[in-house]
């Protein structure tokens, strides 16, 4: 058996793993690299694996840096099935196609403005070569076993994190190979709890905040707080959020302020973004597999104005303030928000309000570290605007907590590999686990090869 990490080793996006196990070649998660620049060219170079001999392919969950690697895979020759989860397959329809028309845009974009150093600038895939990926993801259930090859099987279980969102189990012979993939957090209003495993001979697990404690205050009276005074000197929430699962649980705790007068009932709540649209229709049809009933998740999505098309969001930018107004990307590296960012960072009324992690090196990162002015479509944009950071939003475990899922485990794994983190994050989770269980943990880098035997 042989683990290759081919991105989420030292940084938190790029996860792809390829495990040999069994004569199999298995790729875990296909993910694109994000953030710094540095990074989002390792997407440009040709695949580290050769796509058409893989066997199978396994996703944790839908979100692009786990799964927006897919349509180089498919053009580059992979034809073989793309297992996850029905609510993962249903994200991925709507985040590949939008990922492939948001590259076609910015590179149309860059050649019209003219400040791409490429000419003409190039979209990684369009929108069609990521539809075309769609026919290959093969949705499986939950907690069953899931045969690969003799002897071979696999197994997702519950993460929490987003819709569909799944650890993957694969168990060959006697050994057992798990990987986390992201882990939500356990006791949130809207996800379920990631299960825990009980046996593992090896782990790879997840250290996006494996160096720090979310705020655990609750986030009902911190979002009223940051709502109420962004309203009292008459200026805008803005927020910057990620289409899938913070969007719809931003609006579940707004609806819930509004339903006990806790904000103004009449205060205008503008979701624009096609995507988190259609993610919350998602979210509504998958009640099954979160917290929410039916009715309730309806009427939480409910609270906000659906702004499907270019040209109202744009009017949104000089409509009557204030509002709260969500929109895409959450790290603010395309999407909408830059459209808005530029016309409401610069008024001090107004908040910036990030919900979720924030890449090294991306916009939303810079603006949260209380940069003076980010560059948006080759322009300087000064920021006037309040910048607030409410992380109890994370969809991610935090250290505290990604301990506590680790004591799922009933003995010690042969070794534990800490990937997606940055790498003082790792570095910081791998000392605990060693120093709090005693377990050997390693965090691998880049491109390494290890063994597993
Ligand atoms: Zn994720």
């Known amino acids: 058996m042989k683990i290759s990490f081919l991105g989420a080793a030292g940084t938190v996006t790029g996860s792809k793993y390829l495990l040999e196990i069994a004569g199999k070649r298995l790729l875990i998660d296909c993910g694109l690299f994000q953030g710094r620049k540095e990074l989002r060219l390792r997407n440009w170079r040709p695949p580290p694996i050769d796509p058409a001999g893989l066997d199978a392919v396994i996703l944790t969950h839908a979100h692009l840096d ?7 895979l498919i053009r580059s020759g992979y034809r073989g099935a793309i297992y996850c989860t029905e609510g993962t397959k249903d994200l991925c329809g709507i985040l590949l196609p939008d990922s492939g028309y948001l590259m076609e845009r910015d590179a149309e974009y860059a050649n019209r403005k003219g400040f791409s150093k490429h000419h003409p600038a190039e979209p990684l895939y369009n929108q069609r070569e990521a539809e075309q990926t769609l026919r290959y993801l093969h949705a499986i259930e939950f907690n069953a076993d899931f045969k690969l090859g003799d002897d071979l099987t696999f197994r997702l279980q519950p993460a929490g994190h987003i819709l569909g969102a799944a650890t993957v189990t694969l168990t060959w012979r006697k050994e057992k190979i798990v ?20 046996e593992a001979d090896y782990l790879i697990c997840e250290s996006t905040y494996g160096d720090r404690l979310h705020d655990h205050a609750d ?4 979002l009223e707080a940051v709502i109420n005074e962004t309203v009292g000197r008459g200026g805008s929430v803005i927020i910057p959020s990620f289409a899938v699962g913070r969007s719809q649980t931003l609006l579940y705790h707004i609806w819930r302020l509004k339903m006990t007068d806790r904000i103004a009932g009449d205060l205008p709540v503008f979701l624009d973004s096609p995507m988190a649209i259609n ?15 039916d009715e309730t998740a309806r009427a939480a999505c409910g609270v906000a104005e659906y702004v499907r098309e270019a040209e109202d969001s744009k009017k949104l930018d000089h409509s009557k303030m204030p509002m709260i107004l969500i929109s895409a990307s959450g790290m603010a590296t395309g999407g909408r928000i830059l459209h808005h960012l530029k016309h409401f960072a610069p008024d001090r009324r107004n908040t910036l309000l990030f919900v979720g992690f924030q890449a090294e090196g991306t916009r939303g990162d810079r603006i949260v570290r209380g940069e003076k002015e980010v560059k948006i479509h080759g322009q300087m944009v000064p920021i006037r605007a309040e910048v607030r950071r409410l992380e109890m939003f994370s969809a991610h475990a935090d250290q505290s907590e990604l ?7 009933r003995s010690p794994p042969r070794l534990t590999f800490i990937t997606h983190g940055e790498a003082q994050a790792s570095a910081t989770f791998a000392e605990k686990i060693t120093n709090d269980l005693g377990w050997a943990t390693m965090v691998p880098k ?6 597993l035997d």
């Open 179 to 198: 990987f986390s993939g992201d882990l939500g957090r356990p006791n949130t209003a809207t996800m379920v709890d990631p299960v825990k495993i009980p």
């Open 66 to 72: 786990h799964s927006g690697y897919l349509p180089v």
């Open 446 to 451: 880049l491109g390494d090869v290890h063994r």
């Open 403 to 409: 301990m506590d899922w680790l004591t799922g485990f």
């Open 219 to 222: 986030p009902e009276d911190a």
């Open 279 to 293: 993610a919350s229709e998602l979210f509504c049809k998958h009640h099954k597999i979160h917290k929410l009933s």
